[in-house]
């Protein structure tokens, strides 16, 4: 839905992209969290209340600090496990976690500073998300949000199995982190790292188990044959901590990375399941984006729609997954950036409009055919002075006033 964790989660969970959404940026605020969803955002998790589903979410939040109104309690969710502060979720190592509004202390990270030595918050989290699917009424329908928070910028793993298995199989280049001590240790460093290849390979892998694990638990209760199983990226690769895409080539067919408004910070993987209804291996090349999920969940409820139309930019995909029906399309795709002196971007067709260096009062505009240039290498900008005027329309408009995230103004 955009190019880093917040908005793009704000965008996903009310269906507006990034022009209208409430939270626009990772603002940090205190004493610990995000700048929140206001009240009267709607949530997907308050449209699966409303349709008589238990809800959760168990990972990384960053939408509302513990009390606001953007608490995941005061967002439609029943039960959440995992860090409310996103921030706070660059460590793996950390002294608390949030158990709905109770804070948990993990006691053995607060006496041990050592990386590595500990509990590792995402196994704990995982743990919980099992526990709370082996706990589930079979008969009740449940929405789970699951926002994993590996592999992130910070780069370790437990000393076991599944580290061994790929240490000293890369090349390696040290990464020089933030140390116990510094005032971001804990607090959004990133650790160092001696093996960052291996490290990030061994995320993956045990990320990999984890998706295993649901998966069998959902066998176990009976309920897999009737779950939709939904997976995705919040935005592109980063490079930050010691991660190195190039190595693994995850960027190699798209240009720019998370905080880019190029398509290598935005367009991530899609993979949905559901036995009997999508077509085992197909593949859509749909232009589609976060916000479509919200309106998709709303269609396929069969809730009255008659708030849908004004309340969201999305559509719904429900025909792409289904085979069944007309797939609408979008006119356009839009996003705006706060960060690095402020970007937008707009996407119809195959045309591509990126506005940069917003903040400074000068800002620059780089024209695209995706279709013919998918690495945006080509700035068509000067060739096609009508159709960048014609996007900058769109980019205009799009842009909803917002009194904290408004490039400076």
């Known amino acids: 839905a955009t190019t880093v964790s917040a908005p793009s989660r704000s965008c996903l969970l009310t269906g507006t992209h990034s022009g209208h959404t409430p939270v626009r940026g990772n603002l940090e605020l205190d004493p610990e969290g995000q700048f929140p969803l206001p009240d009267d955002a709607r949530t997907i998790f308050e449209v699966m209340k409303d349709a008589g589903y238990k809800t959760s979410a168990f990972g990384k939040w960053g939408l509302g600090y513990i009390g606001s109104t953007g608490d995941p309690k005061n967002q439609g969710c029943d039960t959440f496990y995992g860090y409310n502060c996103q921030l706070l979720a660059h460590s793996y190592y950390p002294d608390h976690l949030w158990d709905n509004d109770k804070r948990v202390e993990l006691e053995d990270n607060n006496l041990n500073v ?11 989290i995982h743990g919980k998300a099992l526990e709370y699917l082996d706990n589930m009424n079979p008969d009740e329908p449940f929405f789970m949000w699951y926002p994993t928070i590996i592999p992130h ?8 199995s599944i580290i061994q298995k790929f240490r000293g199989m890369y090349p390696e280049k040290p990464y020089k982190g933030t140390e116990p001590g510094s005032p971001a240790f804990r ?12 490290t990030f390979a061994a995320m993956v892998y045990r990320l990999d188990v984890y998706v295993g694990q649901i998966i069998q638990k959902l066998k176990d209760k009976g309920l897999y044959d009737n779950t939709i199983i939904i997976f995705a990226s919040d935005n592109g690769p980063h490079n930050e901590g010691g991660a190195d895409p190039t190595f693994f080539n995850t960027e190699e067919r798209l240009r720019g990375l998370k905080r880019a408004l190029y398509e290598g910070g935005m367009r991530v993987p899609y993979i949905a399941y559901w036995p009997g209804t999508i077509e085992a291996g197909s593949i859509s ?7 479509d999920m919200m309106p998709t969940f709303v269609e396929l409820l069969g809730e009255d729609t ?3 139309e004004e309340a969201m930019d999305g559509l719904s995909i429900l025909p792409t997954l289904t085979g069944k029906g007309e797939q609408r399309q979008h006119d356009f795709l839009y996003w705006e950036f706060h960060e690095e002196n402020g970007r937008q971007a707009v996407r119809a067709g195959d045309w591509k409009l990126i506005r940069q260096n917003i903040k400074n009062g000068n800002p620059t505009h780089e024209l695209y055919n995706i279709a013919e240039d998918p ?3 080509n700035n068509l900008a000067n060739t096609y002075p009508d159709k960048v005027e014609e996007l900058k329309v769109i980019m205009d408009r799009e842009h909803i006033h917002s009194d904290i995230f ?3 103004r």
């Open 114 to 124: 050592q990386y590595g030595k500990g509990t590792y918050s995402q196994d704990l």
């Open 187 to 198: 607090k959004g460093g990133y650790c160092s790292q001696f093996h960052p290849h291996a």
């Open 306 to 308: 008659d708030w849908r």
């Open 375 to 377: 690495h945006e290498d």
């Open 406 to 408: 408004n490039f400076g």
């Open 285 to 291: 090349d749909l232009m589609a984006a976060g916000w």
């Open 153 to 160: 910028a910070e780069l370790i793993v437990p000393e076991d």
